[in-house]
């Protein structure tokens, strides 16, 4: 039996977590096809530099969620005019990851539809030879989560600036999102519908498709989705602390102050091993200094704020204050 799982709710960490005690949780003696939405966010692969990937300065600004998932692939950002899907179910021994059997049934719904959609590449769907659906997987144990993006209605102007990384040099030993050139397909429907009519129809043809029914989450495992989001989805911990080892060159020009360039060796968890300053700033103090009051501590903006509170950063940089170090450092 398939069951259908749909969230009226957007929050990306909560979502993430529902797919995960679905996945973990859920009676495997069935499948399970979910449809959900985020509100504006970055969600990273498991395997993926988060700091790699986004433009740090720009999510901040526009208060975009980033997130890291369970399954590989690269980036993919999420807002409103996007719909997501879900299929769980359990796989042969051995089973190698295979992308068309999933994006099969969606593929069929979108031509019915009236979208000339193709499979495209390792893990694609695209129309017109432009990308509207990255997909990726997670195996565990014999099951299988399969998930992907629908761009329908997004303002691909905020996605591609908040998946454009800024000039700062980050050599990363984790896995680097491919680009691809990317469309909405709203405008290829044959009939113009706003996405909440869209995503009515796409439920309507996958439960003609298949015999699904509706599942419903009692109040305990709704309690357990929401600890698994405040434990895990929400930490910083596992956002950005979970990156792989990389090397950080920070370079930036304030007004007053001059010229900063800093470079950082950030280990697996997130934890500054050491950092050096150079630029045409002056200053009382040495950087070496302040090198070694960070080394050891996350790269994370709490922890480096409580950090930095009793100290005169304008003592290593002449007019500079400690949030636009922060700035610097985090963005």
């Given at each position: 039996?398939i069951y259908y799982i749909e969230s ?66 690269g980036a993919v950002y999420h807002d ?49 030879g432009k990308k509207f659906s990255g ?197």
């Open positions: 039996m009226a709710d957007t929050d990306p960490c909560l979502n993430l977590a529902r797919e995960q005690f679905v996945f973990e949780k859920l009676d495997r003696s069935h499948s399970y096809f979910m449809l959900w939405q985020n509100h504006n966010s970055i969600i990273v692969g498991k395997h993926q530099n988060t700091r790699a990937e986004i433009n740090a300065a720009f999510t901040k600004a526009h208060n975009i969620t980033v997130v890291r998932r369970l399954s590989g692939g409103l005019g996007n719909l997501n899907f879900t299929f769980i179910t359990d796989a042969d021994s051995g089973q190698a990851i295979d992308f068309a059997a999933f994006c099969g049934p969606i593929q069929k719904a979108l031509i019915s539809f009236g979208v000339p959609v193709e499979i495209s590449g390792r893990n694609d769907m695209t129309v017109n997909n990726a997987q997670y195996i565990k144990e014999r099951r299988i989560m399969h998930h992907g993006t629908i761009l329908y209605d997004s303002d691909l102007t905020v996605l591609s600036q908040a998946l454009n990384v800024t000039e700062d040099k980050i050599e990363s030993k984790g896995i680097k999102s491919v680009r691809s050139r990317v469309a909405n397909i709203r405008p290829l429907m044959k009939d113009d519908v706003p996405i909440k009519d869209f995503w009515a129809a796409l439920k309507r043809y996958m439960f003609s498709a298949f015999d699904m029914h509706d599942y419903v989450f009692s109040e305990e495992e709704n309690a357990h989705v929401q600890e698994l989001r405040n434990n895990v989805y929400a930490q910083w911990s596992w956002n950005y602390g979970a990156s792989p080892a990389c090397n950080l060159r920070k370079i930036r020009r304030v007004e007053g102050c001059g010229k900063i360039e800093i470079l950082m060796d950030v280990e697996k968890g997130g934890i500054i091993k050491n950092a050096v300053f150079y630029g045409d700033f002056f200053g009382n103090a040495d950087p070496e200094e302040l090198g070694n009051i960070l080394a050891g501590r996350h790269l994370e903006y709490g922890e480096l704020k409580n950090l930095l509170g009793g100290i005169d950063i304008s003592r290593y940089f002449h007019n500079l204050d400690t949030e636009t170090f922060l700035a610097i450092l985090l963005e």
